[in-house]
C-alpha cells in the first residue's frame, strides 16, 4: 500500500465520522444561491422575450450534461468504495478520454447549430455554438469531482464547485450590466465551469490524494444504463421548457419559464443531497446506506414542500418583486409547478441512488412519454403544461421506486458477492473461486506444471532445484502433474528433496489449470513458473529473479525475441513465422507492451498475482496472455522482459490442433475482456477435492468452466 492509501482512507472516514461540517455546508449554499441569482439577474436584464431564449438553451445544456452528471456519481461511487478499500486509482486515463470525447462530439455536432438556431427562433448560432463548448469544461468537472470526492468527500468538492459559482454569477452580472445579452450569460456559464475544473485540479495536485495506482474503468454496461435513466430525469425536467417554448408566445413563454426554473431550483437541494450523501448511499454497509437514502427522501420532501408553499403564496407578490414586475405567478400555475418540483426532487434522489448502487430503471422514461400524452387534453396555457408535468413527474416516480435495490450493495466492479439486475432485483453471484490459499512464507515458489513432458523433465527439475540451492533464498518448488499418462508423475514421486513439493490432479485440463493450482499453493512472496520440458534451461531462473526482485516490478517475464538466434536451426523458418503472427496478433488485439507473451519462463510479485488470480478462466495455452492482460488492466504494469535463449525440444505438445486451439482460445479471449464483467467474481473451473493417488501425490478432480462464464 502507498504512503498515500492510509491517509485518503483516514480523511473519507473523518470527514463520514464527523459530518460535511458547517463550513461545507455554507459552501454548497453559496454555490447553490450563486446559480438562482444567475436566474435573476439574467430574468430582470434581459426581459420576458430574451429570457425565454436562455431558459431554452440553458435547458439544452442540462440536457446535454446528462451523460456526465450520471456518470459523475457512478465514478464517485466508484472511487469511494475503492478508497473503503485503500486501493489508490488512476484518474489520468479516463480524464483523456472524457475531455477528448467531448472536444470530438462538440466539433462534430458544431455544423447543426445553423439550423438547431433557426428551429428556437435565435438570431445567430453563436448561443448554440457555446453550449457545445459548455461541454469541454463539463467532462472535466466529471471525473475531476469523482476523483476529489471519493477520496476527500465532500469537503474536497465544496470550495472548487462554490468557486466557479461564484465565477459565474460574477462575470453574469458584470455582462448584463455592460448591456451584454443571451451569448453573455452563456459564456460566463462556460467560464464558470472551466473555473471549477481548474479548482478541481488544482486541489487534486497539492493534496495528498493517490491519484496514481489502478486504472479506473468505466463498465460499458453500468454506463449506459446510468446515462439512461439520469437522462429521463433530465428529459421530464426540460421538456416543458421546450413546450413553453414552441406553444405559447414568446412573452409567455418566459414568464412559464422563469416561474418553472423558480420551481425546478429546488433541485439544487437533491443534488446537494446527492453530494452530501454519496459517500453513505455507496457504502458497502447496508445500514448506513439506508439511513442515508431515507435521509435524503425526508429533505427532498420537505424541500418540496417549500417551494410549493413558496409559489402559491408569494407567486404574486414576492416572485414579481425578485423578477421584475412582469413575472407574475397565478396560484393555481404556482400549486402545479411546487407539486411538479416535489415529485422530480424525489426522482432525481432516487435515481441517483440507483446509479450509485449499479442499479439502474428504464422506468423513469414513462414519464417523458407520458407527457405529450396528459397535455393534449390540457388547456393551451402555461397552468396546463405545468399540470402536465406533476402528472407525468408522479408516474415516473412511481416506476422508479418499484424494484429499488437494498441499500448497501458493494462495488459490482470490484470484489463484491452481488450484483444487481437492471430491473433492481438482486442475485447471487457465483462462488469467489480460491485465491492464494497459504500465506508467504518464503521468498520464491517456482511452479512446473507438466504433462507427459518427457525424458528431459526429471533432469530439468534437478537443475532447477540446484540453481534456487545455489541462488541463496528460501524457497519452494511445487511440481503438478496435469493428469499425466506417461508414469513421469510416478517417476518424479523417487524424488525426494526437501523443497519439493508435489501435488497433481489425474485427469488432464490444461497448462492453466495446472498454473492455477499450482500458484493457489504457493507461499512464496515472488511467485513463477517455467515450463517442465527443460526447453529453457533452468539456470536463467536467478535472472528473471533479479530483474523483478531489484526494481519490485510486478512482473518479470523471459523474451524469446530479446535473444538473437532464439530459435534451434531445425526449427526453420514455419515456426519463426508462426511465433511472429501471434505476437503480433496479440499485440493488436490486447494493446499489451509485450512483444512475447507466450514464453514459458515468469515471475510475479505476489500481491499483484493475488489481485488477478481470481479473475482467470481459462486452462490451457492462453493463459499466460489472460494473466498479463488482467494485470495490464488493473493497473499492475511495472513489468520487465529478460532475454532468454533456447535449448532443442526433446518432446513438443504444441501441434498443428494445438496452435488452431491457441488461436481460438486467443480470440475468445479478446471477446470476453471486451465485455463488463457480469458477476465480481468469476469461477475459475478448480473445485479442490483431494484424493491420494500413486507415489504420494495429491489430486485434485477439475471441471470444466461453465458454459455461463465461458
Known sequence: MSDGEPAAREALSADRAAGPGAARYALLALAGLATLLVQVLASRGLGPGDYGALAALLGLIAALGVPLAALQTMLGALVVRRTERGTPVDLGPLLMRFVGSACLLALVASPAAWPAAAALHLSGPLPLLLVLLFLVPSAACTVLWAGRYGTRGLAGVAAPVATGSGVRLAVTALALAAGGGVCTVLAATVLGESTTAVALW??????????????????????????????????????????????????????????????????????????????????????????????????????????????????????????????????????????????????????????????????VWIGVVAFPVLVQPMPDTACGIAAALALASALAVAAAWRGLPEPGLPDTTGTGTDRVRAGGSRTPAQPTPPGLQQPAELEISMVVPYYNPGPAFLAHIRELLGVLDAYGCSYEVLAVADGCTDRSDRALAELVHPRLRQIGYRDNAGKGAALRTGFQQARGHWIGFIDADGDIPAALVPDVLDAVRAGRMDAALGAKWLQPGTFPPRHGLPRRLCSYLYRTVTRVLFGLPLKDTQTGLKVFRREALARVLPLCRENRFVFDLELLALLHRHGHRRVVQVPVSFRPRTTSTVGPAAVALILRDTLRLRARLLRPARHSAVTDGFTPNPRPAPGGITTHELRPVPDSVS
Open 202 to 363: 488544482l486541489a487534486l495536485r497539492r493534496s495528498t490524494d493517490p491519484v496514481r495506482g489502478e486504472r479506473l474503468a468505466l463498465p460499458v454496461r453500468r454506463a449506459v444504463g446510468a446515462v439512461l435513466t439520469i437522462a429521463g430525469l433530465w428529459s421530464l425536467t426540460g421538456i416543458d421548457l421546450v413546450c413553453a417554448r414552441r406553444w405559447l408566445p414568446p412573452a409567455e413563454a418566459g414568464r412559464y419559464s422563469a416561474a418553472a426554473f423558480l420551481a425546478k431550483s429546488a433541485l439544487f437541494a437533491a443534488q446537494a443531497a446527492v453530494v452530501v450523501l454519496l459517500g453513505r448511499l455507496a457504502s458497502a454497509d447496508r445500514r448506513t446506506a439506508e439511513q442515508a437514502l431515507r435521509a435524503g427522501l425526508a429533505a427532498a420532501s420537505l424541500a418540496g414542500a417549500g417551494v410549493t408553499a413558496g409559489l402559491v403564496l408569494g407567486g404574486r407578490r414576492i416572485i414579481p418583486m425578485l423578477l421584475g414586475p412582469g413575472y407574475l405567478v397565478q396560484p393555481w400555475l404556482g400549486l402545479w409547478l411546487g407539486l411538479a418540483a416535489t415529485s422530480l426532487l424525489l426522482l432525481a434522489l432516487l435515481l441517483h441512488y440507483r446509479v450509485a448502487c449499479g442499479s439502474w430503471t428504464g422506468g
